[in-house]
């Protein structure tokens, strides 16, 4: 069951873990890597350069040695950021261009006259945007280039419609290709049905808000009566259901967001898919109980929106080392995933981390194979020459269940690029704040910090970089992406094109030409 929104993270001492080959296509049956190291020096050269942070970060040279290469003629690709009107995705490509030495564009010139909006630059060039509108004004594209967005995107991964493309392909396919996904009902559509099989069960269902986002407007329901009284206070009454029973991490829900880099495509030809190994996984804030009446109101025990939980009293920063962050003690509401599968390997025997790659990889398999032939139709006007010149990050929302499968809560058109997080200031620092603030200009904590009163936290308080954000999407998500593209730039350069092989160290390309 669903509790998260839809379209918004292993120290050197301890035991290694194998990796796959680099390039390897993952097939089924394919033995899968219990971990991935994360480049924790680069990670932390920007987060003292550019956030001015007095964070401890590790030295010892744990970096993967990638190519740092200026963008434009002298190599590498150039980073557009001009769409880019949000501060946290602006922050993150700055981040990514920082780290693979490429030159970032944030100013462009002004519209032509004549067409009334600029042209694509010839040179080899992402283009970061974030909204559809944006992707159809870069288009068409030069041969040399990328956007970060496909067409057709919002709309497959709207819950509603995931839900009944699901519903119908699994009338067609064969018996267990969907068991990742959960029972699942479409209000208004099915309520007659969902009324009856509440009236046969005790069980407890979830409700999440077609149009709902961050957790917003997600509430729990025990029988018909329940369902009907909750939906009545809500103006829309359209929103999907599902059946949920948890594995649990000492007590606590948890859920993972995993990335999934989709590359390129044709009319005739499926997308390269890969699967990040690192990830975040995101825990509630207060113990898990079997919902009742008198406790379906604790969303913090329910609901695993870092959105929510964020504002809880008792949610635990990241730390401010990498050690700390890829620790196997960390105990922060917000890990990357590789630390966390350990976690869940310790406590509970039978947990097979690389069963739950091999199983998390079958998901995404079949997801996208079920997302391509739209992507395919939505793109195919939209690009010339028939080679689709888009990629894209998708946040894939993973919970496991009480017997350890993966199961797929929701894909993510737009996962958060959030790489900061807020931190209430207590009133004696804001008190002080507050008495040195000079006539003009805003109040800073004695740390230097900017006293800050914006929709993420109610209270006063300041800005950091997360360190577990920074790393696990600056240099395992977009980063690598971007580094994929590079390959394939290269290519072209090489005459290769589309035959070009990709590889990366922190991603497993999945195969769905087959599905």
């Known amino acids: 069951a669903s509790s998260s929104g839809s379209s918004s993270e292993a120290e050197e001492e301890e035991e290694s873990l194998p990796s796959t080959e680099q390039g390897e296509v993952l097939g089924a049956g394919a033995e899968i890597p219990r971990g991935a190291e994360v480049a924790r020096d680069d990670a932390s050269e920007h987060t003292e350069a550019a956030a001015g942070?007095?964070?401890?970060?590790?030295?010892?040279?744990r970096g993967r040695g990638r190519r740092r290469r200026k963008g434009g003629d002298g190599g590498g690709l150039k980073v557009n950021t001009v769409a880019c009107t949000g501060k946290s995705a602006k922050d993150l490509y700055t981040a990514v261009a920082e780290h693979l030495g490429w030159r970032e564009v944030d100013t462009e010139a002004r519209p032509s006259t004549a067409?009334?909006?600029?042209?694509?630059?010839?040179?080899?060039?992402?283009?970061?945007?974030?909204?559809?509108?944006?992707?159809?004004?870069?288009?068409?594209?030069p041969a040399s280039s990328w956007i970060t967005r496909y067409s057709g995107s919002p709309e497959l991964c709207d819950k509603g419609n995931w839900a009944r493309m699901v519903m119908l392909c699994q009338d067609l396919a064969a018996e267990g290709t969907f068991s990742f996904s959960p029972r699942t009902w479409i209000l208004?559509?099915?309520?007659?049905?969902?009324?009856?099989?509440?009236?046969?069960?005790?069980?407890?269902y979830i409700v999440k808000p077609l149009d709902g986002s961050q957790g917003d407007g997600i509430f729990l329901v025990q029988g018909s009566r329940d369902l009907d009284v909750k939906m009545s206070c809500k103006s829309n009454g359209a929103a999907v259901v599902q059946q949920e029973k948890?594995?649990?991490?000492?007590?606590?829900?948890?859920?993972?967001?995993?990335?999934?880099?989709v590359i390129g495509g044709s009319v005739d030809a499926p997308p390269h898919v890969f699967l990040c190994k690192e990830g975040l996984a995101r825990f509630c804030t207060e113990a898990y109980e079997e919902p009742t009446q008198k406790n379906m109101h604790k969303?913090?025990?329910?609901?695993?929106?870092?959105?929510?939980?964020?504002?809880?009293?008792?949610?635990?920063?990241?730390?401010?080392?990498f050690d700390e962050v890829f620790s196997i003690s960390s105990t922060a509401s917000k890990r990357p995933l590789t630390t966390a599968l350990r976690q869940i390997a310790e406590e509970h025997a039978d947990f097979d981390i690389e069963g739950f790659y091999v199983s998390v990889a079958d998901l995404v398999r079949t997801t996208l194979a079920l997302m391509a032939?739209?992507?395919?139709?939505?793109?195919?006007?939209?690009?010339?020459?028939?080679?689709?010149?888009?990629?894209?990050?998708?946040?894939?929302d993973v919970m496991l269940d009480h017997r350890r499968a993966p199961y797929l809560l929701e894909v993510n058109n737009s996962p958060s690029l959030c790489i900061d997080e807020a931190l209430a200031l207590e009133a004696e620092e804001l008190a002080a704040a507050l008495a040195s603030k000079p006539a003009r200009g805003r109040a800073k904590t004695t740390g230097g910090d900017v006293v800050c009163r914006c929709m993420d936290m109610s209270q006063p308080h300041r800005h950091r970089t997360s360190l577990v954000d920074l790393?696990?999407?600056?240099?395992?998500?977009d980063g690598g992406m971007f580094e994929l593209l590079e390959?394939?730039?290269e290519g072209d350069d090489a005459g290769g094109g589309g035959g070009t092989v990709l590889e990366h160290p922190d991603y497993l390309e999945v195969d769905i030409a087959g599905d």
Request: proline letters at 5%.
């Open 487 to 489: 390959q394939l730039a």
């Open 53 to 61: 942070s007095s964070t401890t970060a590790s030295s010892s040279g």
């Open 373 to 396: 032939p739209v992507m395919r139709f939505a793109g195919r006007s939209l690009h010339s020459g028939g080679e689709f010149r888009s990629c894209q990050v998708y946040g894939f």
């Open 299 to 321: 969303c913090m025990g329910h609901l695993t929106n870092y959105s929510l939980n964020k504002r809880s009293d008792h949610f635990e920063h990241c730390p401010e080392s």
């Open 115 to 141: 067409t009334g909006s600029s042209r694509p630059s010839a040179s080899k060039t992402i283009y970061c945007v974030m909204q559809t509108a944006d992707l159809l004004e870069r288009l068409p594209l």
């Open 471 to 477: 790393a696990v999407k600056k240099t395992d998500g």
């Open 188 to 204: 208004p559509d099915q309520v007659d049905e969902l009324r009856e099989k509440m009236a046969k069960s005790s069980k407890t």
């Open 246 to 261: 948890p594995l649990l991490h000492r007590g606590l829900k948890f859920d993972f967001r995993i990335y999934v880099a």
